[in-house]
């Protein structure tokens, strides 16, 4: 059974930095496109950072500010987010491709986690 868990959310102040993780289980990394997505509150989910294999996927809102990585022993993938901004503010969720092609529209994901709220304030 394929399974997502986020973790890592909270309140930081701008400029400031989170690690969002996204615990995978059922499924080897490997083989599928791993993706953090993220919703604001009357927004549209916004893809922002996919990793398929070794290749990275950065959206231009936080190209230079946020590093994709993951750890194929733990499958885990992680969001590595610095400089943050208000705007950055949203719920986070990690979701996972039907195969390893490279995609930032969410209907190309069914799986998805619950989600981990960040919020960036002064």
């Known amino acids: 059974q394929v399974q997502l868990v986020e973790s890592g959310g909270g309140l930081v102040q701008p400029g400031g930095s989170l690690r969002l993780s996204c615990a995978a289980s059922?499924?080897?990394?490997?083989?599928?496109?791993i993706a953090w997505f993220r919703q604001a509150p009357g927004k549209e989910r916004e893809g922002v950072s996919c990793?398929?294999?070794?290749?990275?996927y950065y959206g231009d809102s936080v190209k230079g500010r946020f590093i994709i990585s993951k750890d194929n022993a733990k499958n885990t993938v992680y969001l590595q987010m610095n400089s943050l901004k208000p705007e950055d503010t949203a719920v986070y969720y990690c979701?996972?491709?039907?195969?390893?092609?490279?995609?930032?529209?969410?209907?190309?994901?069914?799986?998805w986690g619950q989600g981990t709220q960040v919020t960036v304030s002064s």
């Open positions: 979701a996972r491709h039907r195969s390893r092609i490279v995609s930032f529209s969410k209907y190309d994901y069914p799986y």
């Open positions: 990793i398929s294999g070794s290749r990275t």
């Open positions: 059922g499924f080897s990394l490997d083989y599928y496109t």
